[in-house]
């Protein structure tokens, strides 16, 4: 501890140099978290709204599952086949399908089955009007904030044709891209978007998760002869096609995060060397009065380690403050997420940073630890 | 001479010079990549489509995927006088799979006469696909399938979902977004996928008054219900989509221009304090603080030109590069522009890095200087 109190006052002495590399540890570490929480909160969506048991059926020669049409009659094909439990169908009206902002999705759903299918938390009377009511939606807490909207408002996508719905209700979901969705009664948005019979894509939930690989294999050859054939994924890998294009992009960018991890190397290693070559009197000194070489090599390294810390906890927290104030969403295929800043990516972001910034400072440590008393009160003169 | 007393500084302390040297040249790097990303996707929507081109889609589509179009309209729209060429397209995402992993590609579904309404596209090797199981692809559509570009030379075969299609041609159209398209004739794709409608038909108007009168009439005939715009509109909207990640982009860029900027000016700024009594003692010589303040500045400048020189050379390395993106693909194309980027992040860092040292030596006097320690 008393160590840690020299380097601070040695370090707060002449501040400006450690402020600066401080600073420079700050921006790396920021820009580390916040692409990192790109990707973190892509892979956060894609655990959070894939279920083990739920296979997705959708049109089999339409690869942005939004664009898939599937008639409303194959449910009674798919409820006869072997295995499965529950089928409902879903229809989504999204503005475009290849866009990655700015996106409006709307879910025609089953009010009668969404539950027992997605977990979605509102109040139970907030529920009872939207599935006694035609016209009604619930909307997603992320979508509602976005928007602006509450409950009661009456609401006409200009995006979507004019499509007008009452929000009778503002949940939260356990799968995270459905808080961006507004979700609406299916016969409804059938009617409103004039596609009666027609529906998105079902999903099938199976009696036994073991075997979600025989069952879509089932409903593929089932349907293979229908007017509509289809294609039939886990719901993992189906969400995994679907952003497949965009988690390119979005792991290039993570790695260029770790890339500008580099600064805070190069930072503090450059800041300790010059803070040395400044105190390489004091240094000599330390060593006439009977310290040892591993003791010198830790104190200097101690001041690396500060700088890393205090920098990377800087950065860390700017980058949290920032993700959390901002609204920034992606979206893909109709699917969105947000950046996701969780306390391991701080705790990561933060570790990396003094590891980085102590491995740094051992080159210059170690040759002043090397140091020769008289070489050294020589040369500082 | 004064130049020759900061170049022999800068020499004397190589290591220092060196590690700021790569400070600077790794924050340029990352940047001009960034940068390159962020105006490369841009471009190649904004570059895409010809001026005299008209977009005919369903109302109320926002993309051209979303687009239905009845085939009637293209047989109605080819006779009007105002166009001298009308190409019927549909443009959907195709699927690949390849030791189970998919991967997707758009198609475009074309007749003979696309080859003239997209003039930006060239043919490189091969032909145009004429009928039957024929395709043509761009240069990007390997990135985007994750194929090497062997398996798709003129010859080979390609199954999409399921279809065996046999590539006969080879194009490119530098920057614009159908370098990661694949084309097939518009009636196997119909009869392949079960598409009964087309998603756009593409006008070319005689001239730029005649341009103004299709859309105009296009807008309001009663008989054909569409929306039409210039083809490089769309694809301006398009750039502009993307325009929130641009920013993101630019931010990022920007933060690390400053994380060089604090590297350059910490050993500056050193540099100027250890060096104070000679400072002070030029200044007794007759030196003017301007002079010295000047020569701090390019002695920032230069290690800071150094790093991003070296950045240059990284990024030029990585040439090529290519990267797949929700609208098709991406190449990373190093021009003149990104380099200049590059060479005036470097000189942005250096001259902000000087800032400190420069205050100080035009703040210093020159008595205490000389009794500094």
């Known amino acids: 501890m008393k160590w840690l109190r020299y380097t601070l006052h040695a370090m707060l002495r002449a501040p400006i140099r450690p402020a600066l590399a401080v600073l420079a540890v700050a921006l790396a570490v920021s820009l580390f978290c916040a692409v990192v929480a790109v990707d973190r909160g892509l892979q956060r969506m894609l655990?959070?709204?894939?279920?083990?048991?739920?296979?997705?059926?959708?049109?089999?020669?339409?690869?942005?599952?939004?664009?898939?049409?599937?008639?409303?009659?194959?449910?009674?094909?798919?409820?006869?086949?072997?295995?499965?439990?529950?089928?409902t169908a879903e229809l989504f009206v999204i503005s475009s399908c290849s866009r990655v902002t700015d996106l409006v999705a709307v879910h025609g759903v089953e009010p009668a089955k969404i539950r027992a299918f997605r977990e979605i938390e509102l109040p139970e009377a907030d529920f009872e009007a939207f599935a006694g009511e035609r016209g009604a939606a619930i909307v997603g807490k992320r979508a509602a904030a976005r928007y602006g909207w509450s409950v009661g408002e009456t609401v006409s996508l200009e995006r979507l044709g004019g499509l007008t719905f009452t929000i009778r209700g503002i949940f939260e979901a356990k799968a995270e891209s459905l808080e961006s969705a507004i979700l609406v009664d299916l016969e409804y948005l059938q009617l409103a978007t004039n596609?009666?019979?027609?529906?998105?894509?079902?999903?099938?939930?199976?009696?036994?998760?073991?075997?979600?690989?025989?069952?879509?294999?089932?409903?593929?050859?089932?349907?293979?002869?229908?007017?509509?054939?289809?294609?039939?994924?886990?719901?993992?890998?189906?969400?995994?096609?679907?952003?497949?294009?965009?988690?390119?992009?979005?792991?290039?960018?993570?790695?260029?995060?770790?890339?500008?991890?580099?600064?805070?190397?190069?930072?503090?290693?450059?800041?300790?060397?010059?803070?040395?070559?400044?105190?390489?009197?004091?240094?000599?000194?330390?060593?006439?009065?009977?310290?040892?070489?591993?003791?010198?090599?830790?104190?200097?390294?101690?001041?690396?380690?500060?700088?890393?810390?205090?920098?990377?906890?800087?950065g860390a927290a700017a980058a949290w403050v920032l993700i959390t104030a901002s609204r920034f969403e992606l979206s893909v295929e109709g699917f969105s997420f947000a950046p996701s800043v969780s306390p391991a990516l701080v705790l990561e972001g933060l570790g990396l940073s003094a590891l980085l910034a102590v491995a740094a400072g051992f080159f210059p440590a170690f040759r002043v630890a090397r140091l020769k008393v008289a070489a050294a009160l020589r040369e500082a003169d | 001479m004064m130049f020759k007393y900061h170049w022999r500084s800068l020499v004397m302390r190589r290591a220092r010079t060196l590690l700021t040297a790569a400070g600077v040249g790794l924050a340029v790097f990352v940047a001009m990549v960034l940068l390159g990303l962020a105006q490369g996707i841009a471009a190649s929507f904004r570059a895409t489509g010809n001026p005299l081109n008209v977009l005919v889609t369903s109302r109320g589509a926002e993309t051209i995927e979303f687009s239905a179009v009845d085939r009637s309209v293209y047989e109605v729209l080819r006779h009007a006088p105002e166009a001298v060429l009308a190409s019927p397209e549909i443009l959907f995402a195709a699927t690949q799979e390849s030791g189970g992993r998919i991967s997707q590609a758009l198609v475009r579904g074309v007749l003979p006469v696309a080859g003239d309404v997209h003039d930006q596209v060239r043919v490189t090797e091969g032909r145009l696909p004429a009928a039957g199981d024929e395709i043509a692809l761009g240069p990007l559509v390997a990135v985007k399938l994750g194929l090497p570009n062997e398996e798709l030379s003129v010859g080979q075969t390609l199954v999409l979902d399921g279809v065996t299609w046999k590539i006969v041609g080879r194009f490119e159209a530098p920057g614009t977004a159908f370098e990661a398209e694949i084309w097939a004739p518009l009636d196997r794709v119909m009869a392949a996928y079960?598409?009964?409608?087309?998603?756009?038909?593409?006008?070319?108007?005689?001239?730029?008054?005649?341009?103004?009168?299709?859309?105009?009439?296009?807008?309001?005939?009663?008989?054909?219900?569409?929306?039409?715009?210039?083809?490089?509109?769309?694809?301006?909207?398009?750039?502009?989509?993307?325009?929130?990640?641009?920013?993101?982009?630019?931010?990022?860029?920007?933060?690390?221009?400053?994380?060089?900027?604090?590297?350059?000016?910490?050993?500056?700024?050193?540099?100027?304090?250890?060096?104070?009594?000679?400072?002070?003692?030029?200044?007794?010589?007759?030196?003017?603080?301007?002079?010295?303040?000047?020569?701090?500045?390019?002695?920032?400048?230069?290690?800071?030109?150094?790093?991003?020189?070296?950045?240059?050379?990284?990024?030029?390395?990585?040439?090529?590069?290519?990267?797949?993106?929700?609208?098709?693909?991406?190449?990373?194309?190093?021009?003149?522009?990104?380099?200049?980027?590059?060479?005036?992040?470097?000189?942005?860092?250096?001259?902000?890095?000087?800032?400190?040292?420069?205050?100080?030596?035009?703040r210093l006097s020159t008595i205490e200087a000389i009794r500094h320690l």
């Open chain 2, 194 to 362: 079960r598409k009964e409608e087309l998603n756009a038909v593409v006008l070319r108007a005689k001239n730029e008054e005649a341009l103004d009168e299709l859309l105009f009439d296009l807008d309001t005939r009663r008989d054909v219900v569409v929306a039409a715009r210039r083809e490089t509109d769309y694809y301006a909207a398009h750039a502009e989509a993307f325009r929130p990640i641009s920013a993101a982009i630019n931010i990022m860029a920007a933060l690390l221009t400053l994380g060089g900027a604090l590297i350059g000016m910490n050993t500056l700024f050193a540099s100027v304090t250890s060096r104070t009594r000679e400072l002070g003692m030029l200044r007794t010589l007759g030196f003017r603080r301007f002079q010295l303040a000047a020569g701090f500045a390019f002695e920032g400048v230069l290690p800071a030109l150094l790093g991003s020189l070296l950045a240059i050379g990284a990024v030029l390395l990585m040439q090529g590069f290519a990267l797949r993106l929700p609208m098709g693909a991406f190449r990373l194309e190093v021009g003149p522009g990104l380099l200049g980027a590059g060479l005036l992040l470097g000189l942005a860092i250096g001259l902000l890095g000087s800032v400190a040292a420069v205050v100080r030596t035009l």
């Open chain 1, 47 to 87: 655990t959070t709204s894939a279920r083990p048991d739920v296979l997705v059926v959708f049109d089999r020669f339409q690869s942005c599952p939004p664009l898939s049409k599937l008639p409303a009659a194959h449910r009674s094909a798919l409820e006869k086949i072997d295995g499965v439990r529950d089928v």
């Open chain 1, 195 to 314: 596609q009666p019979g027609t529906v998105t894509l079902y999903h099938v939930r199976v009696a036994n998760p073991e075997a979600t690989g025989a069952v879509a294999d089932a409903i593929d050859r089932q349907l293979a002869g229908s007017t509509s054939p289809t294609r039939t994924a886990g719901e993992r890998a189906f969400l995994d096609a679907a952003v497949s294009s965009l988690s390119g992009l979005v792991e290039f960018t993570a790695l260029l995060g770790y890339g500008a991890l580099g600064l805070v190397a190069l930072g503090v290693g450059n800041s300790l060397s010059m803070s040395i070559r400044d105190r390489t009197r004091e240094i000599a000194i330390l060593k006439t009065v009977g310290f040892r070489r591993p003791q010198v090599l830790r104190l200097m390294l101690l001041e690396a380690l500060v700088c890393g810390v205090a920098g990377g906890a800087l």
